[in-house]
Each structure stands twice: as C-alpha cells, then as structure tokens.
C-alpha cells in the first residue's frame, strides 16, 4: 500500500492503494485553497503542507495525521525591511540533519527549519547574494522550486531558482554561487547567452546513489551533471520535446531517469494528445517511450513540476504523475504499464510518495 | 477604541468577532490586533505592513486603506475580496 499526497487547487488529498487499481481519498484537507505541494517527513512521520490562501498569503502546515488537525508554522516570512512579501512556498526537503527542513518558494528564497518544521527562518546567505537584483521571474514567479541536499553530507547543498538557474553551496547555505555551465538558454538572443544567470531550470533531480549525478528538465532541453552541478550536458536528443517539468530518477540507478515531454513553452500539453512517460536507462543516451495503460489520443495533459514522483526502485520502482486535469497515473512495473489512481480531482500541482 | 468585526477563519485565530484596539490609522489598528493575537500576523498585512491584495478593509461601510484615519467610534470590518476561483 502506498500513501500518495496530491495537493491540487482546491486542497490537500491524501490517498492510498496499488498501483494498478483506482486509489482511496482517505483524507482532505484545506478544502478550496492552494496545496502547492505537501510531504510525509520519513525521519519523523510528520506531515507537512505549503497551503497559499487567495486571501491570506502563504502558509506551511504540519501535522501527525492529515486527517486531523494542522498547526500553522512560525517565521515564514520575508524582513519586514524589504519591499517584498512572501508569495509561495514550492517545495520542503528533509535535510540531512535531524529536524532539518528546507522550503523553497517565490521570491526566491530558501527557508531553515531545524525542529522538523514548527518553525523557519531566512537564509540569508542566498537572499543578501549580490547578484538578487538581476534575478527575474519564469512564468511561475520567481520560483525556488528544486532543493537537492546531499546524502551524508549536510554541508553540500543544490537548489535551483526559475528563471535563474542553479546555485551550490558547500557551507550549509552560508554562501552560494550559481553554476550553469553548459545551460544553452534558446529563449534569449545570442549575444545575451553567456549571461551566468537568467536560466529558466524547471526541474533537477540528484541520484541519490551518486550523489554527483543530476538530471535537469530545462525550459528547453534535458540536462545531465557528472560533477555535481558544476558543468551541464544535454542530453534531450530522441525525446519529442525538450521541454517539460519535472524529471524523476530511479534511487537505485543513477542511469535512469523518467520525463513527461510537453508541446513548447506556449502549448506545455503532451504532445499529440497522447500521454507518454519517456524513460532512458543509459543515463540520457537514449531514450524509450513508456505509456501502456495510459491515454493514446485527445488527451492534452499538463503536468507540472512537483507532479511527478516515485517510490522503490529498480524494476519495482512505482512512478506517480498527476495532470491539471486532475487525473493520477500510478505504474508499479518502472513505468512498464500503467493505470489510473484518481481521475476527477481538482487540477493537480503536486504529488509525492509519502 | 476601534471596533474590529472579522469572519472565519480570521475570528477563530482572534479568539472571537468583535475586537475593541486602539489606533489611528488602518495599520495601527491592525498591528495591534495582531499584538494581541499573534496568530493572525501575516494574515492581513503582509511582511511590508500593506493590506494583504485579496482582503478587504471597511472603516464604517467604506473602502479603507493602510493610512486611513481611524477614531474611536469607528467600525472596521475584514472581509475577503469577492475574487479567487
């Protein structure tokens, strides 16, 4: 039995089931606001929720059980000093320190919990960086959306900022410095492609048993590191689009690794109405559809970032995506086959294996 | 003193509706609401003091704004924006 939670539009859903049979809603919660993403901490069972009000701004939630009640976290929120405000929170990682968590969010900025998430403060590291004020916005805001620690060493540290790229620290997040090396940015001029920052990254995965090793799903094109982050590869040939959001990546292997290609930046549906998972195991040489059980035709899905995850790995890996249209899609075979979870939920933003 | 009315879920955080709090403009008032529960900062201001974009603030019936002058016998109501989706 897996647990899967979906935050979507109109609230947190929690579901359980098998891949391969219509899931449970077990759990609903935040009835009519914004889940842009929630997670089950693994270290302490805890539940967490970045929930954006219309009305009242951005809030992360905790709870032991997401059928009961939520506590609302402290210290999310930007120095009252500066003119700006908090929009959203993208995403919360477990770091590797007991009750470490970041949260990443718009205006691109890195929050620190380090009681499990009952409260945060600023990292000023990345939010003083002299750089800041050439940063701009993807269509998504200015969006921190990626954090990627590194597996037993909580010095070293990956998030990625849309539209600014990606940026590395070795101390913990005291200080930064962006690395997009490689990162062709079609979308500007020529003459303005050497520009270090103003890289639209959409997504980047680390594989955790090569920890050196990245995949990035670029506004357009499909990346690889094998240093770290420090230089970039593409690795999009053989795909039907270079454009997408999320990428996921087998634990066990770090030579596979899965995307959901859209049409480009304007149409961002799966191209020709046929939903397909594209999936290379030669670490992007190559690259293999994967869409048994899933839509063939009239079905113009988006998915976005935080939509796509897995559970397991190798050939049990379970691979999970959900669309705007508010349908899941579970595969319990590495993405063999696949079948519906949940067709009629509220449009999708994030889904995660708790 | 002002009197605040709020509504759900702003009056379950407030301990209740209706909230006598001194000031003299908008802000204060709402700064002092939020000093006497703190659980509703980050509400309805925001980190810069500003009136959150999707609420709304009456002072006796008219729209009101961060500076708006406020004396004793007022009334301001919090209410959310008719928008959203």
């Known amino acids: 039995m897996t647990e899967l939670l979906v935050g979507t ?26 889940v842009e993403y929630a997670m ?16 009242y701004g951005p809030k992360i939630w905790t709870t032991d059980d997401p059928a009961g009640e939520w506590q609302q976290a402290d210290g999310l929120a930007l120095p009252e000093a500066e003119d700006a405000s908090l929009q959203r929170i993208w995403v919360i990682v477990p770091g590797e320190v007991d009750g470490l968590l970041y949260a990443g969010g718009d205006p691109g900025v890195l929050f620190e919990s380090h009681d499990g998430g ?52 070795d101390d913990g997040g005291t200080s930064w410095r962006h ?53 970039w590869v593409d690795i999009g040939d053989g795909l039907p689009s270079d ?11 770090a030579d596979s690794a899965y995307v959901i290609p859209l049409v480009g930046a304007e149409d961002r549906t799966t191209p020709g109405g046929k939903v397909l998972v594209w999936e290379t195991r030669d670490a992007g040489a190559t690259w293999s559809p994967r869409g048994t059980g899933l839509p063939e035709a009239d079905a113009y899905l988006t998915v976005l970032r935080e939509a796509f995850d897995s559970a397991g790995s190798g050939k049990a890996l379970e691979l999970y ?33 708790a | 003193m002002a009197t605040v009315m709020l509504r759900a879920p702003l009056s379950e955080l407030c301990g209740g509706r209706l ?44 729209h009101g704004e961060e ?18 989706g």
Request: proline share 8%.
């Open chain 1, 9 to 34: 539009r109109k609230g947190l859903f929690a579901l359980d089931g098998e891949p391969g049979l219509p899931f449970d809603v077990v759990a609903r919660a935040f009835e009519g606001q914004s």
């Open chain 1, 40 to 55: 089950r901490d693994p270290r302490s069972g805890r539940y967490l929720a970045s929930v954006t009000s219309w009305f």
């Open chain 1, 118 to 169: 009952s409260s945060w403060e600023l990292n000023r590291g990345l939010w003083d960086h002299p750089t800041r004020p050439e940063w701009s916005p993807g269509n998504g805001g200015l969006c921190l959306h990626t954090i990627a620690p590194w597996p037993g060493e909580p010095q070293r540290l990956m998030v990625a900022i849309s539209a600014v790229g990606v940026w590395l620290s």
């Open chain 1, 179 to 231: 690395s997009n090396t490689g990162i062709v940015p079609e979308y500007l001029p020529d003459e303005a492609r050497d520009n270090p920052i103003q890289h639209c990254v959409h997504d980047v995965r680390r594989a955790p048993s090569r920890p050196e090793r990245l995949f990035m799903q670029f506004h357009g094109g499909v990346y690889r590191s094998d240093d770290a982050g420090g230089s």
């Open chain 1, 243 to 253: 454009f997408g959001f999320p990428v996921v990546i087998d634990p066990g292997d």
């Open chain 1, 321 to 353: 995506f959900g669309a705007t249209s508010g349908a899941v899609y579970a595969s319990g075979d590495a993405g063999a086959s696949w079948a519906s979870a949940a067709m009629h939920l509220p449009p999708v933003y994030s889904v995660r294996a």
């Open chain 2, 19 to 62: 909230h006598n709090l001194d000031g003299r403009t908008v802000r204060e008032v709402l700064h002092a609401l939020e000093r006497s529960y703190p659980a509703v900062a980050g509400w309805i201001l925001d980190e810069r003091g500003r009136i959150r974009e999707h609420v709304n603030v009456f002072v006796n019936g008219e």
């Open chain 2, 67 to 84: 500076e708006t002058s406020v004396v004793e016998t007022d009334r301001l109501q919090i209410l959310p924006a008719i928008t959203g």
